[in-house]
């Protein structure tokens, strides 16, 4: 019988496609969702990925790729809710709008996906699934600036428990806790320096520390209802 596939949520770039593309190397069959189509997903295809549009800024857009996921496939191995938008905190009548879109991508999508995608991963033939949830340093800490981006954060941390009780002892349900693991485009070494000092580490990790806590949860049989802070030391500081 062939391995049942990983999904990905949000894989066309940054972290989710390192774990997507080591995935893959490691032997995996991996699906990864997309928002905008781009040149970049041709190679990922090439490599045997599965791609699926997907827009979670509703319901009817979560329910949507829910439909097309299980077109494609009849079980999963492991569930990365990965997709996310590091909106910061609008302003006036633009913040309500903002801390809904916000919810949905990183509370409701992950919460209609595991309660909808049970039976695929039930249906996986090898004895460990998994599901990991992408949270965020700041859930421990509040943001600034990024206030409903670190709210809806701490309610996805939150749903990792309830998860990991609830599906508890077939599925196993963690998240994963990052800083800042890569830079984006238009940030400037200023930026760059203030960053790696706000962590003991003093560094920019890169994808490469994500993915060795992805393969840790994925092959450790005894972890549910954890969260991996992966954050150089940002509480130390
Ligand atoms: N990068 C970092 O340093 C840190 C990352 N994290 C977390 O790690 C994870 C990966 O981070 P990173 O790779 O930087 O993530 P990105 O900011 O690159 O976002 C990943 C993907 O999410 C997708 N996405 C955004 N909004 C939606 C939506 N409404 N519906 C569907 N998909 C959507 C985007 O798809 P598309 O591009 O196709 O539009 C994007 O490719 C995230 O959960 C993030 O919050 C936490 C702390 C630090
Ligand atoms: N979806 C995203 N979430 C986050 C990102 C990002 O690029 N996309 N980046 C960060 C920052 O690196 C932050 O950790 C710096 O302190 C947070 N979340």
Redesign the pocket.
């Known amino acids: 019988m062939s391995a049942s596939p990983i999904l990905i ?9 390192h774990c997507a593309e080591r995935l893959r190397d490691d032997g995996h069959p991996v699906i990864i ?4 189509e ?1 040149p970049e997903l041709e190679a990922l295809r090439e490599r045997g990925i599965v791609t699926l549009p ?4 509703s319901e009817a ?1 979560i329910l949507d790729f829910l439909a097309r996921l299980k077109a494609e496939t009849s079980s999963l191995r492991a569930i990365v ?6 909106a910061p905190d609008s302003s006036g009548a633009e913040a309500g709008a903002t801390f809904e ?1 916000l919810f ?3 509370m409701l ?1 992950p919460y209609l996906i595991n309660l909808h995608a049970r039976e695929l991963l039930e249906a996986c033939s090898e004895p460990q699934r998994d599901i990991v949830h ?4 700041v859930v421990q800490k509040g943001s600034r600036k990024h206030a409903a981006y670190a709210a809806s ?1 701490a309610g996805l941390a939150n749903l990792t428990l309830s998860f990991a009780a609830m599906y508890a002892p077939t599925i196993q349900v963690n998240a994963i ?8 485009e238009g940030d400037d070494e200023a930026y760059a320096e203030k960053a790696r000092a706000k962590s003991a580490m003093e560094m920019v990790p890169g ?1 490469g520390v ?1 993915y060795q806590s992805l393969r840790y949860l994925l092959d450790n049989r005894y972890v549910t209802g954890v969260t991996l802070p992966v954050d150089g030391g940002r509480h130390l500081r």
């Open positions: 949520t949000g894989g066309a770039q940054r972290l989710g496609r969702s997309y928002r905008r781009r997907a827009d979670f800024s857009g809710h990965n997709a996310s938008d590091w879109r949905r991508v990183h999508a992408m949270t965020d340093y954060k806790a990052p800083a800042l693991i890569m830079l984006n994808p994500i």
